[in-house]
């Protein structure tokens, strides 16, 4: 089982709709949670991290974090076509406690105009 | 602006060659920086994590005498492949952690290493 588990999409939703990325972690000692986009060919940058069960929002992203099922997910309100790339879940401070940053394989949303 | 820069960007270099590449924090000192590559289609990998003042904490299956890191300040950490091959080609990435390991993470933009 890998510690970080992503669907590789794509997923392809039409302007304007909500998109929603899902993401599983293995190890439940995890205390942070991050969401990183990555164009092709470029670094990833951060978009939010969440370290509290429940929603956070910002701007037209919210991360909903549930430890109980081990589950994180990003929702992109409104999403556009410049929202299209690789969203990269990440984890750090698993049962080891070493502060590695885990990422998932990351998925590719494809938002069409 | 950006809070970590990595140079070179791009660099084509023949096999047995060594290339380094530089990663800078540029907005807080980062005593711990961390040093990521990225295969064509696949996620990050974490390759070490790059301690000032100390050696590098590598991670498994990566070869420390091939992959040399030296982080000789708060605000430069340098990792230099050693004896290039083809299969060495890939995205490498650095990363600074704000404030502690367990907070975010800001990458630098990559360097595209090529080896003929």
């Known amino acids: 089982q890998k510690e970080v588990e992503q669907n590789s999409g794509p997923l392809s939703v039409p302007e304007g709709a909500i998109a929603s990325l899902n993401c599983t972690y293995s190890?439940?000692?995890?205390?942070?949670f991050f969401w990183y986009r990555q164009y092709s060919g470029k670094s990833p940058e951060l978009i939010m991290f969440?370290?509290?069960?429940g929603d956070k929002e910002d701007g037209r992203f919210t991360a909903q974090l549930n430890k109980a099922s081990q589950y994180v997910s990003l929702l992109i309100r409104d999403s556009q076509p410049s929202d299209s790339a690789t969203y990269l879940c990440a984890v750090i401070g698993g049962s080891s406690n070493t502060g590695k940053l885990i990422f998932g394989q990351g998925t590719t949303l494809q938002v069409k105009p | 602006g950006a809070v970590v820069s990595q140079h070179p960007s791009r660099v084509i270099c023949k096999s047995g060659t060594s290339v380094k590449i530089e990663c800078r924090s540029l907005?807080?000192?980062?005593?711990?920086m961390f040093w990521y590559r990225q295969f064509p289609k696949q996620s990050l990998m974490l390759m070490a994590t790059s301690n000032e003042g100390s050696k590098a904490t590598y991670e498994q299956g990566v070869e420390k005498d091939k992959f040399l890191i030296n982080h000789a300040s708060l605000t430069l950490s340098t990792l230099t492949v050693t004896s290039a091959h083809p299969e060495d080609s890939s995205f490498y990435i650095c990363s600074v952690a704000r404030g502690g390991t367990y907070n975010e993470q800001f990458f630098g933009p990559g360097t595209r290493l090529t080896v003929l």
């Open positions: 907005d807080f000192q980062a005593t711990t």
């Open positions: 190890d439940r000692g995890s205390q942070s």
């Open positions: 969440i370290y509290s069960n």
